[in-house]
C-alpha cells in the first residue's frame, strides 16, 4: 500500500514534470513558432517550384495535363538555338548590366556620403527609379527610344552629332544596348543606397587616422573603404546579380524579346513559349535551367560573403 | 621633436565660435594637458594641431614653422584617436606599418621599425592578430605603437584611456608617462578627467568655454588655482567653497559666510573689506575635531570610506562641506562635530568675478 501511493505520487509528479519541460523545451518552442513561416513558404515557394521542375518533365500545354516525357524538354532545347541564344543574352545582360549597376552605384554613393546641401532630399531622389514601378519605367523608355518620337535622337540630330534617328529598339545591336541601359538606371539606386548605408558606418576617424598616416584620397578609398565595403557589396551585388538574371517585365515591355529574338531573356523566353506558345513543359523546363545559374551564383555569394577574418570577434 | 606653439587661436564652426583666441606655449619634450570639461574646445584644439580642423584665427606653429596650411601628414605629427581607429581588416603589423607603407620605406626598415615599437609595447606575440582579436589594452597599445613607428616630433592623444576599465586606465597613464618618458617626444594630451591630467602632464592647461582659465603644473593648479572654475575643476573631491563677505581685523583677514561663520584667510589676501567672495578649502584641509574645539559647526550627513582616507560629508550651515580623514573614526550620521581649517590653506576669490584675490 505504501509503496503504491508513493509510485502514485511519483509518477504524476513526473508527468507534471514532463509537461513542463514539454512547454520549456527550446527544440519544441522553436519549432512551433517556426510553423507558420514554413507554411508559407513550403505552399508559395517550394509547391510552384517543385511544380515547376515536375512540368519540366512533361509535355503539359495549356488546357491538357501532360505525362511524363522525361528529359525529352531539355534535349530538344539542347538543339534549341533561340534558346542557346537567350541563355547568352541573360549572360549578356546580366554581366554587362551589374558592372555598370556597381561602379555607376558606387561612385553615386560615394557622392552621396559628402556633406551636400539638401542631403536627405538628395538621397530620396536617388531612389526614385528603384520605387517607380517596372512597366511604368519601362513605358517611359519605350518612348525615349521610339524610333520616330526619340527624345535622344532628337537632342542628337539638334546638336548635330546624328543625321537620322537611332532605330534603338528595332535594331538588334542597339535593342541589346538599350535594355542594358534601361535596367542599369533601374538598378542603380539599390546599389547606391545600399552602399552608402555600408559607407555610413565606417568610422570617421578611420579617414582621419588616415590622413594623418598620409593617405592620398585615392589611398583612403583603395585601403580603408574598399576593404571595409567588402561584405556589404557581397550581398548587394548577389541580389543585384539575382534581380538581373531573372528581369522579365522591362524586357517584356520594350521588345518582347525581338528583334530576331535578339533581346530574348530566359525569363523572357519561357514565358513565351509556356503562355502564348501555350507549351507548359517545354517553358518550365527552360525555366528550371535557369537554376544551375542562380544556384551558382549564390554559392559565388556564398563564399564571398564568408565573415573575413577581421571580421572574426576574438575573446581577449 | 618639436615646441608647439599656439598663438591666439580661434576655431568657429559658421557663426558660433568655440574657441576665443588661445595662446599656449608647449615646449621641446613636454608632456601638456588639456582638460576640461565637455564642449569646452579642448579635442577642437587638438585636432587643429593635427591638421583634422581648420584654424579659423590666429597661428600654429610645430617646431618653429607655421603649420596653419600645412596638410596633416606633412606636420609630422601622430595621433591616437580616443576609440583607437584601428583599421579593422589590417592586423596589428600592418596597421603598425600602414603608414610607412604609403611612404615606399623599406620593407627591412618597416619590419625593424614596427618590431622595435612592438617590442617597446609588449605587442610582439600579438602582430599577426587582428583589431577585433585584442582586447581594450591591447588595441590602445597598438594605437600607440602606430604613432611610435612614424617617430614624430609630436605625440597628440585625444582621450585615448576613456575607453578602458576604470584599473586598465589607470595602468594605462602609467605606461604613457614611462613611455615619453623614455621616448621624451613632446606630447599634447586631451582628456576631461582631471586625475589623468594631473597625473601624467608636465604642465596642465585648464579650458573652459573656448577660453584658457589657467596654465601650470599639476601642484600649482592644486596649491594656487586662478579662480574658481580651477579650483573646483581641479582635485577629487572638489574643493569646498562657501560665499561670504571680505572682513580684516587687527591685520588678519577672515571671510564671514552667509550663515556667520568666520574663516581666517591669509593676511596678505587682496581684496576690500565688505567684498563678496567665496572662500575654498580642500576636503583634506579640513581636521575633523570634537564638538568642544574650535571651528565651524557641523552636522555629519553622510560617510563614505574609500579605504585610503574616509570622506566626511557634513552639513555646515547652508552648504555641504566634505572633509577628507586618514583617521577612522566612529561617525554616525547625525553626529555633531567641528571642522577646523588647516592654517594658510584657505583660497578666497572674488563671487564676482572668480579671479583669485
Known amino acids: 500500500m505504501y509503496v503504491d501511493t508513493k509510485a502514485h505520487g511519483t509518477s504524476s509528479k513526473a508527468l507534471a514534470a514532463h509537461r513542463f519541460r514539454f512547454g520549456e523545451s527550446r527544440g519544441f518552442l522553436g519549432l512551433l513558432f517556426m510553423l507558420p513561416a514554413a507554411t508559407v513558404l513550403l505552399l508559395f515557394l517550394a509547391y510552384p517550384l517543385g511544380l515547376g521542375v515536375w512540368l519540366g518533365m512533361t509535355d503539359a500545354r495549356v488546357g491538357r495535363g501532360g505525362t511524363y516525357i522525361g528529359l525529352e524538354n531539355y534535349e530538344m532545347l539542347w538543339t534549341d538555338s533561340v534558346f542557346w541564344l537567350s541563355v547568352f543574352n541573360t549572360l549578356l545582360y546580366t554581366v554587362v548590366a551589374s558592372v555598370f549597376k556597381f561602379a555607376l552605384g558606387l561612385w553615386l554613393a560615394l557622392l552621396l556620403n559628402h556633406h551636400l546641401p539638401f542631403k536627405a532630399f538628395l538621397r530620396a531622389i536617388v531612389l526614385l527609379p528603384w520605387i517607380v514601378p517596372t512597366a511604368l519605367s519601362a513605358i517611359a523608355f519605350w518612348w525615349i527610344y521610339d524610333p520616330q518620337f526619340s527624345v535622344v535622337s532628337w537632342a542628337l540630330v539638334r546638336l548635330g552629332l546624328i543625321d537620322k534617328y537611332i532605330n534603338f529598339l528595332g535594331d538588334p545591336a542597339w535593342a541589346r544596348a538599350s535594355v542594358i541601359m534601361a535596367n542599369i538606371w533601374r538598378g542603380i539606386p539599390f546599389v547606391a543606397i545600399t552602399l552608402l548605408a555600408g559607407l555610413q558606418t565606417i568610422p570617421p576617424s578611420l579617414y582621419e587616422a588616415a590622413v594623418i598616416d598620409g593617405a592620398t584620397p585615392w589611398q583612403r578609398f583603395r585601403f580603408v573603404t574598399f576593404p571595409m565595403l567588402t561584405p556589404i557589396i557581397a550581398v548587394v551585388m548577389t541580389f543585384s546579380v539575382l534581380f538581373t538574371f531573372t528581369d522579365f517585365q522591362l524586357i517584356y515591355v520594350l521588345t518582347r524579346g525581338g528583334p530576331l529574338n535578339a533581346t530574348h531573356l530566359m525569363a523572357t523566353l519561357s514565358f513565351q513559349r509556356a503562355i502564348p506558345g501555350g507549351n507548359l513543359g517545354e517553358g518550365a523546363a527552360i525555366a528550371v535551367s535557369m537554376i544551375p545559374f542562380l544556384l551558382a551564383a549564390i554559392l559565388f555569394s556564398y563564399f564571398g560573403l564568408q565573415r573575413r577574418r577581421w571580421q572574426q570577434g576574438g575573446g581577449d | ?357
Open chain 2, 1 to 357: 621633436m618639436a615646441s608647439v606653439d599656439i598663438r591666439k587661436v580661434r576655431k568657429a564652426f559658421g557663426v558660433h565660435e568655440v574657441i576665443h583666441g588661445i595662446d599656449v606655449d608647449i615646449g621641446d619634450e613636454e608632456f601638456v594637458v588639456l582638460v576640461g570639461p565637455s564642449g569646452c574646445g579642448k579635442s577642437t584644439l587638438l585636432r587643429m594641431i593635427a591638421g583634422l580642423e581648420q584654424i579659423s584665427g590666429g597661428e600654429i606653429s610645430i617646431g618653429g614653422r607655421v603649420v596653419n596650411q600645412v596638410p596633416p601628414k606633412e606636420r609630422d605629427i601622430a595621433m591616437v584617436f580616443q576609440n583607437y581607429a584601428l583599421y579593422p581588416h589590417m592586423n596589428v603589423f600592418d596597421n603598425m606599418a600602414f603608414s610607412m607603407k604609403l611612404r615606399r620605406a623599406d620593407p627591412a626598415e618597416i619590419k625593424k621599425r614596427v618590431e622595435g615599437a612592438a617590442d617597446i609595447l609588449d605587442l610582439g606575440p600579438y602582430l599577426g592578430r587582428y583589431p577585433r582579436q585584442l582586447s581594450g589594452g591591447q588595441r590602445q597599445r597598438v594605437a600607440m605603437g602606430r604613432a611610435i613607428v612614424r617617430d614624430p616630433q609630436v605625440f597628440l592623444f585625444d582621450e585615448p584611456l576613456s575607453n578602458l576599465d576604470a584599473k586598465l586606465r589607470v595602468q594605462m597613464r602609467t605606461e604613457i608617462k614611462a613611455l615619453h618618458q623614455r621616448l621624451r617626444t613632446t606630447s599634447v594630451y586631451v582628456t576631461h578627467d582631471q586625475i589623468e591630467a594631473m597625473t601624467m602632464a608636465d604642465r596642465i592647461v585648464v579650458m573652459h568655454d573656448g577660453h584658457v582659465e589657467q596654465i601650470g603644473t599639476p601642484l600649482e593648479l592644486y596649491d594656487r588655482p586662478a579662480n574658481l572654475f580651477v579650483a573646483g575643476f581641479i582635485g577629487s573631491p572638489a574643493m569646498n567653497l562657501f560665499r561670504g563677505l571680505l572682513r580684516r581685523r587687527d591685520g588678519k583677514a577672515f571671510v564671514v559666510t552667509d550663515d556667520n561663520l568666520a574663516l581666517e584667510a591669509e593676511s596678505d589676501v587682496g581684496g576690500e573689506e565688505g567684498q563678496k567672495v567665496v572662500y575654498g578649502i580642500r576636503p583634506g584641509h579640513l581636521r575633523l575635531a570634537s564638538d568642544a574645539e574650535q571651528g565651524l559647526p557641523a552636522e555629519v550627513e553622510v560617510i563614505e570610506p574609500t579605504g585610503d582616507n574616509t570622506l566626511v560629508f557634513c552639513k555646515v550651515g547652508g552648504t555641504i562641506a566634505c572633509a577628507a580623514t586618514t583617521e577612522r573614526h566612529p561617525l554616525r550620521p547625525g553626529e555633531r562635530l567641528r571642522l577646523v581649517p588647516k592654517p594658510g590653506a584657505g583660497h578666497v576669490f572674488d563671487a564676482a568675478g572668480g579671479q583669485r584675490l
